[in-house]
């Protein structure tokens, strides 16, 4: 990516750098998965920078008319090289996005010579920017809120995923062709059954929300073999419509909180978005049978009311969902570059305590 700099506009983080995110972190205080503390991110530097943050005034218009382009490249590679390949994420806002470091860390892991931006589109201007992008040279590009059904619209190949999921998080451009995937779900199927040991077939398991992440996380949750899957919604129809749409796919059931009160299951994910605000979804201690998994897809929060009520009633594991964003971000890189990256020791490091 060559893009020409304005004195003034190009400030080097090192320390913010992958590696040196070690010495920005404290450590875990005890827990079901190690939790780390990640601060300072933006405000260290010094001279051996192997990681770029750009403020790019010289950036193409569209990115500078967001107000915020983020520039990292994998360290230890050349920066300016013709051949490195250009990746970003498009949502709003993204001031506290961990994806390019998550894929910064990725490519110094894997030797991928690979730029990730986050590129702030705004309303109604997800094409617009995507096209940029594209015409820039960009290879492919996550989706976040509120874009991911732009997205959806924006491809020109869907995988069953995505379509099923009606959402989009990940795309890859290939000359005239957008093809699009949802890896949401995978992460946090991955999360669960490789990172936490905790297989899904022949379990009970309890899907709290029906809004856009329990859409994308219902095929692959199905794709594994519970014996029940369970969503529970305060808007019953928007339950009773998934049921419908993904009933062949496994013995799914749907309803509203009341309907479950009474019934346990091994594993409860909260994929509501009632932890961002501090609030509990409408569970019960009688939902967590003995040995289960509590998973809240939220993350950062620390023991959010829903995990607090969990770990009280007996649960065996209560996490975050830390892992489900790292694993879906392996996945995308995974597909873009055809290298796999380790993931463990990146989600013990953005972990916070759950305390
Ligand atoms: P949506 O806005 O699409 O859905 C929100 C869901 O929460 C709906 O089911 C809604 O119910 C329910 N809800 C909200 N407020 C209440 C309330 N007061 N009482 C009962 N139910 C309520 O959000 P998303 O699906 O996109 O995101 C959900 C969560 O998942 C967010 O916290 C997000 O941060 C997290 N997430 C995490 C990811 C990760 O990688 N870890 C990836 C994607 C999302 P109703 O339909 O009745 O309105």
């Known amino acids: 990516m060559n893009q020409p700099s304005e004195a003034g506009s190009t400030v080097s983080v090192s320390q913010m750098a992958c590696n040196n995110i070690s010495s920005a972190v404290t450590p875990p205080a005890t827990g079901t998965r190690q939790r780390w503390n990640v601060t300072g991110m933006s405000k260290t530097a010094s001279n051996n920078s192997s990681l770029m943050l750009r403020c790019a005034a010289s950036a193409p218009k569209a990115l500078r008319a967001v107000g915020k382009m983020r520039y990292f490249h994998a360290p230890d590679q050349p920066r300016e090289s013709p051949m490195t390949d250009q990746y970003a994420v498009i949502g709003r806002p993204l001031g506290h996005s961990k994806s390019p470091m998550i894929h910064a860390d990725f490519a110094r892991e894997t030797g991928q010579d690979l730029t990730y931006v986050a590129i702030e589109a705004p309303d109604g201007g997800f094409a617009a920017t995507v096209e940029r992008f594209r015409a820039e040279g960009g290879r492919g590009i996550n989706v976040t809120l509120p874009f991911k059904l732009d997205a959806a ?14 959402a989009v998080n990940c795309m890859k451009f290939d000359g005239a062709r957008a093809v699009a995937e949802n890896y949401d779900g995978l992460g946090l199927v991955n999360d669960i059954e490789r990172n936490l040991g905790f297989p899904i077939a022949g379990r009970r398991v309890l899907l709290l929300g029906a809004g856009g992440a329990a859409r994308g996380v219902l095929l692959p949750f199905l794709e594994r073999g519970p014996e029940v899957l369970v969503i529970a919604n305060r808007s019953v129809a928007k339950a009773t419509a998934l049921r419908e749409q993904f ?37 019960t201690a009688r939902n967590f049978a003995a040995g289960c998994l509590a998973y809240d897809l939220v993350y950062g929060k620390g023991l959010t009311p829903f995990l607090r009520l969990a770990r009280d009633a007996g649960a065996e594991r209560v996490v975050d969902g830390i892992g489900m964003l790292v694993e879906q971000a ?26």
């Open 153 to 166: 619209a924006y491809a020109t190949e869907l995988s069953d995923r995505a379509r099923l999921a009606g």
């Open 247 to 283: 009933a062949m796919r496994g013995n799914l059931v749907a309803g509203d909180y009341a309907d479950v009160a009474d019934q346990c299951f091994d594993i409860v994910v909260n994929a509501t978005s009632m932890s961002l605000r501090g609030e509990l979804p409408p569970v």
């Open 330 to 355: 392996a996945e995308a890189f995974e597909w873009w570059r055809g290298v796999r990256p380790q993931t463990q020791a990146l989600i013990e490091r953005l972990s916070v305590p759950l305390t």
